[in-house]
Every structure is written in C-alpha cells, then in structure tokens.
C-alpha cells in the first residue's frame, strides 16, 4: 500500500464518525417529517397517544415519555451523583493503594455488566423490594430510577477518580502541612482542583442515563400515563422505542421517529457542553 | 553559644514500606532557634526524607517505621517527641507549630488571600479584620504585599513562578510556626528570584527557626548558620556552616564540598 | 472538635459509599449465579431456543459481535491513525475527535432506529447484517478513542528515529508506532468487544431474534440478549429460568473478556 492510499483512507475512516452523526441527524429528521407537519413543537406537551382505529391516523404526544425520561433520570442522578463521589473519594483519598485498587476492579467489573443483566436482576430482586418498602406495584420511576443509578455509579465514580488522582501530591502536602484534615484537602484542594472532570463525568452520566434503555425497560412499567406518585408505573423514550417502535405503522412510526431524534438532539447537546466546557481541550 | 534548641533529631532512622534497609540511619542533628540550618548532600542522600520527618508528612502514607526521638521544644521549656503523635488532632497542631515549604510552588485553586488566609481559617480564626491583619503581615512578610495588595481576590494560579514561591512563603508564615522547612525552596528558579527568596528566608529567621534543604553549596554557604552534610542515609559532619565550608573535619564532606563527586 | 467530626463522618461516609458499591455488585452477582447455576442444564447449551436451550443464540451474537469487529476494528484504527498521525493538530482532526467522543454516548437505541431506517425498512425485514451493522457503529468511536490515546502515548523520539533511518511515516506508523501501542490497543479492542457483545438496544428491531439455528444473515438473527429481553417478561417458570441460565452466561463471558483485556495481557507486556 501506497503511502498516499494509506493517508487517503485513514482520512476517510476518519471522517466517518462525522457523516454518522450527521446521518442519524437527517434520518431521523426526515422519517420524523410527517409527525412534525401533523403536530408540530406541540407535540412536546401533548399527553395523548392514540392511533385511529383504522391505524392509519392518530394523536401522537411524546409528553408522557418525555416526562418519564427526565423523572427516571433525576431520581437515578440525585441518588447516584453523592455515592459516586463518595467511592471516588473513598479510592482516591481513604484506601490504601492495595485496598483502592481491588474496590477499582470491582466498580470497573460493575460497569461492564451489561444493562440487561441490571434491568432482569432489578425486575427480579430489586422490584419486590421496593414494593415491600415503598409501596406501589414495584415497577415504576422510583424503580427504575435507583436501578439507573446502579448502573451510572461506576461509571461517575471512574471518571471523577481519575480526574481527582490528576491533583498534584505536593500541592495536597502542602494543605496538610499547614494543618488541614483530609476532609478539608479534599473540599478545598482537590475538589476544586478537579472541578471541570467531576462536572463533566456527572454531564456524561446524565446523558448516559437519558439515553438507557433496556435497565430501564424492564422496570419503569412501560405504561403509557403520566405517573402521580414516585413509585406510579410509566414508561421513556427508550422505552417507548424498544417496545413499540418496530410495530407502529405510518404516522405513529413517524411520531417515534420523532422522539428518537428529540433523545438524540438532547444527548447530542448534553454530550458535547461535558466535552467542551469541562473537560477543556484534551487532545495533547 | 549558648543558642537554645527548638528541635532534637536523636538516634533517629527511618525506613519506608516494603523496604528492608533504612533510608536514615541513626541521625543526630540539633535545630537551633532562630538560626538557619541547612542541609546538603548528593541526591538520594536522605536528606529530604529527613525533612519530611520532622513535621510527619511521611504519614500521608502508611507502613513507614521510625526509631529514635525528634523532640520539639516548646516556648515554656516543655519538650514533645513527635514520634509518639498518633492521634490527628495532634498531627494537625505539629504541623501548624512546623511549616512547610515545597519544592514546587503550591498556590491552592483560590484567591490570593483565601491562599495565605487558608491556614489561618483552619487553626480557627475567623474574625475578619483579624484575618486581613495577618494576611497583610504575612504578605509584607513575605514581600509581595505590594505586587498584591491590588489583586488579593484574584486567582493565585495567575502568579509567576517567583511570586507564587513567596506566596506559599507567606502562607506558611502566616500560621506563625516555630519551625519552617524549606525543601529546595529555589530550584529552578532564575537567578534574581532566587536572591529574592534568599532574601526573604534570611530576614524571617528573626521569627522562625529555618531548616533548608539544597542541593546548591553556595545557597548553603551564603544562607545558613550550621549546615549539615549528609550521606548515603547518615548524617557525615555537622558545624557550623563556616567550619564545613573552610574547614571541614571529614574526607567525605571535603571531597563533596569542592565538587569531587555527587 | 468540629472539624474532626466533620472529617470524620465524610470520610466514613464516603467508605459507606464504596461498600454500597461493591455490596451491589456481590449482590447481583451472587443472585445472578445462584438463579443462573440452577437454570443451567448440559441441554442448555445444545439445543436451540426453540427447544430450550441457547445454542443458536450464543453462535447468533458471537457471530454478529465478530463480523462487526471485523468491520469496525480496521475503520477505528484507521480513524484513530489520521487523528494521531496525520491530522495531529489540525482543527479538522480535534473536530472529528470530539464528533467521535459524542458518537460514543450516543443513545443505542436511536443507532438501532437509524440503522432500522437504513437497512431493514429499505430491505423488507429484519436482518443480520443490520445487526452487525447496528454494533459496528457503537464500536467505532470507542476502537477510534483507544487508538488515539494508546498512540498518543508512544514517544514522538520513535517516530523520529525511524524517519531519521529513511522510513516513508506510513511504513513507520504500521512496523513501528502501531507495534509500540500494540498491548493498549489490543485491550482497547478487547474492551470494546466486551460492550458490544451484550448489547441489547441496538439490535431489538435491526436483527430481531430467530428461534432455530441459522448462519443466513439475510433473515432474521438469534440474538441472545435480545432473547434475554424475551424470556424474562414470558409468564412461564421455565422460560425466566432460561433467561436465567442465559443472563448468567452472557455475563461471565463479558466478565471475563474484561478480565482478560484488563489484566492478562497489560501484565504480559
């Protein structure tokens, strides 16, 4: 292989994350094309979703998913967000390195578990728990929401770790030269020192958890209604798609195809502010 | 010379985890009060772990194991062996009574006044004028307090090297210690901010007893009071600093003093 | 002593944290082995689904898992190489670079959605190679990510030695950089298998499932995790002790991948 055709083709490769992503784009956006003409931006807010009995018309209103997917999302970062840092301090600043590196292996191994394994092991072991606990039928936001958490932790908690460990030695010595506890060089030194990767790995763990679906699939309760209580049943985009997308005819798969790009704009802009904004320019 | 102690390196060896051999092998050095002592020695020598040990920042990391005494004098006469400290209230009281200076500049992610006011806020103080008193001395302790005195809120990481290295300066003293350790306080450094420096830790022994390490003879000569010389993890001749430059009592510290090796 | 105190309890807090963690993962993976074990029969592994095993869903996945590797591996690394080696620098190369990152996060549905419109709709049903298509695409930004910084790692006096010996930079960049990054990338590829091969979003509505052994990737496609999504929402007792005996399978294999990636081969450098 010629040098120039080695050149020219790795630049090609390269090339293709960007024509992915803008085909996604206008895929989506074109199939979505029917739905948008019928309902408009409106389609946001409206709580109905109902095909015509001939199936060839219908209401669609991706509120109810919408509102699903943020709910689910903010129960799992609200609970997610203090343990991650909690292990990520917990390795970086109290473990010994022996001790550290062992709980890193676990939290690493708790990562690549794949989704579906949480969504089954949380419909199973999980669910009942929480019916027990908290009442309701045991699928439903607060569920999934906690299993969602589950699932971000270990990533938050890798991410937030190796921005921590980037704080110099010396400039945490020298805190606890002048008498600083560990508490405090962590508040005062590390933390802020490590400010940009811990926003970013919790932006990153928020469009993580936006986009999931099959953990979520398996317990949100995949019901088409605005939830009233914590532990009501609903369902999310994700959802929505993984069970209803392949079955949905004309102006209903349109509808889908709108929701899917709405998920893909959302997590596209949350993605990029993490990259840009905090974790700075990384490339060397 | 009739100089008090403020602190007693004594039979003191220390060895790091998960090391057979000691890196410190039965040191004995007095630190006297208000003087300037200095530290020299080829790399590697042990003069930095010694430092380390006097105000037990080796214990950030555990497994280390000391033997021997280090006793700090108090102001009443009173002494303490800081060996002994375990608990961390003690910890943190030893390391406000002993500073230290790093050999990189270390401004904390604040303002140059949360900087130097960071140790006095810690220790307890919270009176505002109190604070902005004593970071003003500290500053001019320091001499920066006119290169300062307009940005005080404003980032210390946008500081040059130079004044960073004095800020941490006038951080540490602020605390007021009894004992300041300054480890290679001017290492690439240029030369006029290295005067400066030398300066400074040479007008603030009036207040502090001073231990430095350097790996720069003429700093050591120009600086110091006593001087120890070191090597291989023991401590070879310890005078004053005249005696070990112009007249040394050991081959070794002769051969390194005239830069036959090291 | 307030600070103490308050020192205290974040730091115990923060170790609360950890066992928390590492309590969750023995949790699920004690219950998954427990469930898992007992499901487990000798017919599990060699019958098919239709006849209650998983045979032709392990074959299923491990051949789409691998056919998208084959796809995406050489295109990443490629990708990798213009960002590192030629591109270095460049706006264009930093822009792709970030495109990439942002490729990575994206939801796994919406590339099952999007490779639904390019392949299946088009074509009249589902199919494999929608599948494989589907998981090359999630693999792609991670193969470009690794070979990126496994590259960046290599010392820039390499590279300049061999030009310094009269080799053309793309003969450098394949006999000498990409040999020096070799055990990173490796894990790195490894890594990425692991993800992909328990990935279930994407290939809901590209491959779908099959029930009977097939190696025909024009049709439909066993899947295991797909079937996992299955069984486990199947009333019956004997289908949730497939899903089961198959959750527990799929999880040792990724486990141990992972394992692999992470510790065989760093430590054989």
Known sequence: ?284 | MAESIVMDVRDFSFTYPGVEKPSLKKINLPIKENKITAMIGPSGCGKSTLLRAMNRIHDLYPGNTYEGEINLYKANGEKENILKIKKENDFIRLRQEVGMIFQKPTPFPMSIFDNVAYGLRLAGIKNKTELQDRVETALKGAAIWNETKDRLNESALGMSGGQQRRLCIARAVALKPRVLLFDEPTSALDPISTGAIEELIAEIKDEVSVVIVTHNMQQASRLSDYTAFMYLGELIEYDDTEKIFLNPGEKLTEDYITGRFG | MNRLFVNKLILGLSTLSAVIGIGFLFWILITLSYKGITSIHWSTFTNDLVEGGIRNLLVGQFTMAILASFLAVPLGMMAGIYLREYGHGSKLASVIRNLSDVMMSAPSIVIGVFVFALLVDPFGGYNGWAGIVALAIMMIPIIISTTDNMLALVPKELREAGIALGGSKHKIILQIVIKAAKVGITTGILLSFARIIGETAPLLFTSANNQFFTMDLNGQFPSLTVSIYNLATYPDEASRELAWAASFILTMIVLCINLIGRFVIRNKK
């Open chain 1, 1 to 284: 292989m010629s040098g120039k055709l080695f050149r020219n083709f790795s630049f090609l490769s390269a090339t293709l994350s960007f024509f992915l992503l803008v085909g996604i784009f206008a895929i989506l956006f074109t199939y979505a094309q029917d739905a948008m003409h019928a309902f408009g931006i409106d389609f946001l807010f409206n709580e109905t979703w109902e095909a015509d009995e001939d199936d060839e018309g219908g209401v669609f209103g991706g509120f109810i998913p919408i509102v699903g997917t943020l709910l689910s999302t903010i129960i799992a970062m609200v609970i997610a967000t203090p343990l991650a840092m909690g292990i990520a301090i917990f390795l970086t600043e109290i473990a010994s390195p022996k001790i550290s590196k062992g709980v890193s292996v676990a939290i690493e191994l708790l990562a690549a578990i794949p989704s579906i394994i949480y969504g089954m092991w949380g419909l199973f072991y999980f669910a009942p728990i929480v019916q027990k606990t908290v009442g309701g039928d045991g699928v439903g936001l607060l569920t999934a929401g906690i299993v969602l958490a589950i699932m971000i932790i270990p990533f938050m908690a890798s991410i937030t770790r190796d921005s921590m460990n980037t704080t110099p030695l010396v400039l945490k010595e020298s805190a606890y030269a002048m008498g600083a506890t560990k508490f405090e060089v962590i508040k005062d030194v590390i933390m802020p020192y490590a400010k940009g990767g811990i926003i970013g790995s919790i932006i990153l763990a928020l469009g993580r958890a936006l986009g999931e679906t099959m953990a979520v699939a398996f317990l949100i309760g995949s019901v088409m209604s605005l939830p009233h209580r914590i532990t009501d049943p609903t369902t999310s985009i994700p959802v929505l798609l993984a069970n209803n997308f392949a079955e949905a005819q004309d102006l209903e798969m349109s509808a889908m195809y709108y929701l899917a790009l709405v998920l893909f704009v959302v997590s596209f802009v949350i993605i990029s502010a993490a990259k840009f904004y905090f974790f700075g320019k990384k490339a060397k």
